[in-house]
């Protein structure tokens, strides 16, 4: 058809219900659950804010990519800086695009180590700038608020000089943004007891079931699998958990990521899809969400076909904003029988930094694929 013809028309019509319908959902959310603002479009952060929440061997590092630049913040308990580092974003979406390319599909091919170049290069321009100024030191743990494009990296598998792994010599976390990280500190704590693990799928992910069972040794479990474990069943048992833990498959739908969703096992009540505008609607207790699934920690952003803008929108940040302190999350789709690896030894601790170390002194799970994609996204403590 020609343009402006009328199958273009219709598209365009399709196109602007489609927004109408997407916005129309955004403020019923915000109806229904009026906190949700408090997290969308929280009170601006001020240096202080932050460098008052800071333990002493911690570090905030947020990340602001434009087009003509990269810049840099740095908080720390002595204080904030600030740095021009020397990437364009041209150049960072070429690296982060090659990067996931040779990463998320490892091969026994003499190409596969072709991820380790754009690794060097990203820990080059990211973190070396920051620990030659001295930021970083006497630090051992790092809060990251990644931006754009950083959204999709994985932080623990940037590679320095010397061949270490970031996540050899700090304990990471990220979160959405500083005002965010501190809005989630603030909350007050509330009771919480026990663990839900949910495996809604063990005959077509098997390691899933080893998952669930290597959870239930620990005390004070309840342990779902199969057609148990329900999209009913979650709602019925989740609030009120400590830990709620999801081994199951995830779902992320670029252009319209309020309907990404974590599959769960269907039932009369529910279609099995815990999407994440259902999610907002919740009131959780939980310390700790697992999603141990594909792609749980993308949003809209960069890459996807939403615009940047709206990057509050995704599982992670939904069920932060539902209550849960922390979130373990995935950036890519992630491997059964490693996952269900690097879960065995997450627990008891839930120490997601000592879970992938132990996973790189295995020559079977060393590759940076199967550990490096999932990530702690979580508030101020």
């Known amino acids: 058809d020609e343009r402006g013809g009328p199958a273009s028309l219709a598209a365009n019509e399709a196109l602007t219900r489609a927004q109408d319908d997407y916005a129309e959902l955004l403020r019923e959310i915000r109806e229904r659950a009026p906190s949700h603002a408090a997290l969308v479009t929280p009170a601006p952060a001020t240096p202080n804010d932050i460098v008052q929440r800071l333990a002493p061997d911690q570090a905030f590092v947020e990340y602001l990519v434009s087009d003509s630049g990269l810049l840099v913040f740095v908080f720390t308990r002595d204080g904030a800086s600030v740095r ?18 040779t990463l998320v599909r490892p091969t026994t091919s003499p190409a596969d180590s072709l991820w380790r170049g ?38 623990a598998a940037l590679l320095d000089s010397t061949g270490r792994y970031l996540i050899e010599r700090f304990d990471l976390a990220t979160t959405p943004s500083a005002s965010v990280w501190l809005a989630l500190g603030r909350r007050p704590p509330r009771s919480s007891d026990g663990i839900l693990a949910m495996a809604p799928r063990p005959d077509a992910l098997p390691a899933s079931r080893n998952e669930i069972e290597a959870i239930a040794r620990l005390p004070g479990v309840r342990a779902l699998q199969g057609s148990a474990a329900s999209e009913a069943a979650f709602y019925r048992e989740a609030p009120g958990r400590r830990i709620v833990h999801l ?41 700790l969400v697992v999603l141990s699934a594909c792609e749980t920690g993308l949003g809209s952003g960069a890459m996807t076909d939403v615009p940047a803008g709206d990057d509050w929108v995704g599982l992670t940040r939904a069920f932060l904003h539902a209550g849960a302190k ?44 199967y550990w490096s994609g999932f990530v702690t996204v979580e508030g101020s403590e």
Do not use: C
Request: charged share 20%.
């Open 326 to 369: 922390r979130v373990v999350a995935s950036l890519w789709s992630i491997d059964d029988w490693a996952t269900a690896a690097l879960m065995e030894r997450f627990y008891p601790a839930q120490s997601l930094a000592a879970a992938q170390r132990a996973m790189l002194t295995s020559p079977a799970t060393a590759h940076p694929f």
């Open 84 to 101: 021009e580092l020397e990437i364009g974003r041209r150049e960072l979406t070429q690296l982060v695009t090659f990067l996931r390319g």
């Open 247 to 287: 081994a199951t498959v995830g779902v992320l739908n670029k252009s319209n990521p309020l309907f990404s969703y974590v599959e769960l096992a269907m039932s009369q009540q529910a279609d099995g899809r815990l999407e994440v505008h259902e999610i907002y609607g919740l009131d959780l207790t939980a310390e």
């Open 118 to 155: 754009p690794l060097r290069q990203l820990y080059a321009r990211l973190i070396a700038p920051l620990e030659e100024g001295g930021l970083l030191a006497g630090k051992s743990r790092l809060v990251l608020a990644p931006h754009a494009e950083l959204h999709y990296v994985p932080f």
